[in-house]
C-alpha cells in the first residue's frame, strides 16, 4: 500500500506532468523575453491617432540626428528611397496640447539650442491635426517670445533660419523639435528633397537669376526676329 497519493501515480502519470510543468516554464520563459525584445527594440510603431500618420519610437538614437542624416544622404544622392512617404519629421519631446502646458514645457525643451550663450536665428512651422481648440498665431506668438526671453539675440528668420521649431499637435498631444535645414531639405519632404536643381528651376522659373532672365528674353526676342524674316521672305 502506498501512503502518498503522488507514489501511487503510474511512471508515465509523473512524465506527463513534468512534461506539462516544462512546457509552462517555456511558455512564461518565452512571453517575458519577448516582452522585454519589445521593449528593447531600436524601433517600434506607435499608433498615432491621427489618419496618414505613422509614429516610429526609437530607442539609444536621437530622433533629430537619425532624420537629418536621411535628408542629407538624399539630397546629397538625389535617390528615390520611398514611394509613399512624404514627409519625416522627429520628435524630441511631447507635452499636452494646451498653451500653459506647452509655455511650461518649451521653458526648459528650447534651452539647448536658445538659452544664452547659444543663439540662432528661427522660424516657427505649425500644423494640428485632430484639433481645433489651438489658435495657431497664438501659440506661435507664445513660443517666440520664450526664445527670446532666453537670448534677446535669437531673431526670427523666415527666408533662411538656422533652426526651424515644428510644432505639431495631434488630437490633445503637442510634438515639438527643433531641427535644422528645413529650408535646404524642402521642409524635410522625402519627394522633394531629391529633385535636381534643373528640376527646381523648370518648376520655378521666378528662380532665375537676373543674367539667366535677360538671357533668356533675349533668345526668345532673337527667335521671334527670325521668325518674322522668315515670314517676310516667303512673302517677297
Known amino acids: 500500500k502506498f501512503s502518498d497519493p503522488e507514489e501511487r501515480l503510474s511512471g508515465s502519470e509523473r512524465e506527463e506532468d513534468e512534461d506539462d510543468v516544462e512546457a509552462a516554464l517555456k511558455k512564461e520563459v518565452g512571453q517575458i523575453r519577448a516582452s522585454t525584445e519589445q521593449k528593447l527594440r531600436r524601433f517600434q510603431s506607435v499608433e498615432s491617432g491621427a489618419n496618414n500618420v505613422v509614429f516610429i519610437r526609437t530607442r539609444g538614437i536621437e530622433p533629430e540626428n537619425l532624420v537629418h542624416h536621411i535628408l542629407k544622404d538624399m539630397h546629397a544622392t538625389k535617390k528615390k528611397k520611398t514611394r509613399v512617404i512624404l514627409r519625416m519629421l522627429p520628435i524630441s519631446g511631447t507635452c499636452k496640447a494646451f ?115 535677360l538671357k533668356a528674353v533675349k533668345t526668345e526676342t532673337e527667335e521671334e526676329e527670325k521668325s518674322s524674316k522668315e515670314v517676310n521672305q516667303e512673302n517677297k
Open 99 to 213: 498653451m500653459e502646458d506647452m509655455k511650461k514645457y518649451t521653458e526648459t525643451f528650447f534651452e539647448p539650442w536658445f538659452k544664452a550663450p547659444s543663439k540662432g536665428t528661427f522660424q516657427i512651422v505649425y500644423k494640428a491635426r485632430n484639433n481645433s481648440h489651438m489658435s495657431r498665431e497664438e501659440v506661435i506668438k507664445e513660443l517666440a517670445g520664450i526664445v527670446g526671453s532666453l537670448n534677446p539675440e535669437n531673431k526670427v528668420d523666415l527666408n533662411n533660419p538656422q533652426y526651424t521649431i515644428v510644432v505639431e499637435i495631434i488630437k490633445n498631444v503637442c510634438c515639438l523639435s527643433v531641427v535644422k535645414d528645413y529650408v535646404l531639405f524642402r521642409k524635410y519632404n522625402l519627394q522633394e528633397v531629391v529633385k535636381s536643381n534643373k528640376d527646381d528651376t523648370q518648376q520655378n522659373p521666378s528662380s532665375l537669376t537676373e543674367d539667366q532672365n
